[in-house]
C-alpha cells in the first residue's frame, strides 16, 4: 500500500513551522531564496511527519535519496509550485509532483527517448504529455535511488519499467506520478491542511 500526502503549501507561516523539521531540512529551506520555494520545501517534511509520526532522523544517499536507516517505511518527497507531497510504502518508493511548462516539446528531444519525443510531438498537447511522461520518469530514477546518474533518456516512461510499477494522477492541473518497486497495490490519497 501506498499513502500519497499533498498540501497546498501557499499560505504556509515559515518562521511559525521552520522548528518541526529536522537540522538538515531547515538548512536547506534557508539556503532556498524565494518564499515559495522554501514553502515547498519545508512542507515536504511537515508531511512527512504526518505520514510517519514519531520517525527517526533520515538520511541522504549520495545521489539524494532520503532514507530512514532502519530502512522502512520507505518515503519520498517532491514539491512543485503551491504543492508539497510525502509518499510513503512498505517497498522502494518514489514520487514526483509537476505542473506543465510551456514549450517543453524541445526537452523531449533532448530528455527522452525516440518513441517518447515522438508521442510528445503526436499530442493534442504536447506540453501535457511531456510532463505525464517526466513526472514517471522523475518517480522512477527517485524509486531506484540512482537520480539524475540514471539518464532520463536510457528507459521509456510506463506502467512497468523492469521490475518498478508507476502510476500516474492529475489535481488542479499538476501531474503526480508515483513508482515502486514491485506493485504498489492501494494507493490512499490524503490532502493535508498544513
Known amino acids: 500500500m501506498v499513502k500519497l500526502y499533498i498540501a497546498d503549501v501557499s499560505s504556509l507561516d515559515i ?3 521552520l522548528g518541526e523539521v529536522s537540522t538538515h531540512r531547515r538548512e536547506k529551506v534557508l539556503r532556498a531564496q524565494k518564499p ?3 514553502r515547498r520545501l519545508l512542507g ?5 511527519n504526518i505520514a510517519v509520526p514519531n520517525h527517526p532522523p533520515y538520511r541522504i544517499s ?3 535519496k532520503p532514507y530512514f536507516e532502519c530502512g522502512s517505511p520507505c518515503f519520498s518527497l517532491s514539491h512543485s509550485g503551491k504543492y508539497a507531497l510525502c509518499a510513503v510504502s512498505d517497498k522502494e518508493i518514489g514520487a514526483d509532483i509537476e ?7 524541445a526537452l523531449a528531444e533532448r530528455f527522452f527517448t525516440e518513441k517518447e519525443s515522438a508521442a510528445v510531438r503526436r499530442a493534442n498537447d504536447p506540453d501535457e ?4 511522461l517526466w513526472v514517471l520518469k522523475e518517480s522512477y530514477i527517485k524509486a531506484t535511488g540512482e537520480g539524475l546518474a540514471c539518464p532520463l533518456n536510457s528507459f521509456e516512461a510506463g506502467d ?6 508507476t502510476w500516474h494522477t492529475e489535481l488542479d492541473g499538476y501531474h503526480i506520478a508515483v513508482c515502486t518497486k514491485g506493485d504498489a497495490g492501494e ?3 490524503h490532502t493535508v491542511t498544513l
Request: glycine share 8%; proline share 3%.
Open 15 to 17: 518562521e511559525k513551522r
Open 36 to 38: 515559495d520555494a522554501r
Open 44 to 48: 515536504a517534511e511537515l508531511l512527512l
Open 62 to 64: 549520495g545521489r539524494g
Open 99 to 105: 505542473a506543465p511548462r510551456e514549450n517543453s516539446a
Open 129 to 132: 504529455e511531456f510532463c505525464r
Open 160 to 165: 512497468k519499467i523492469g521490475e518498478y510499477r
Open 187 to 189: 494507493i490512499e490519497i
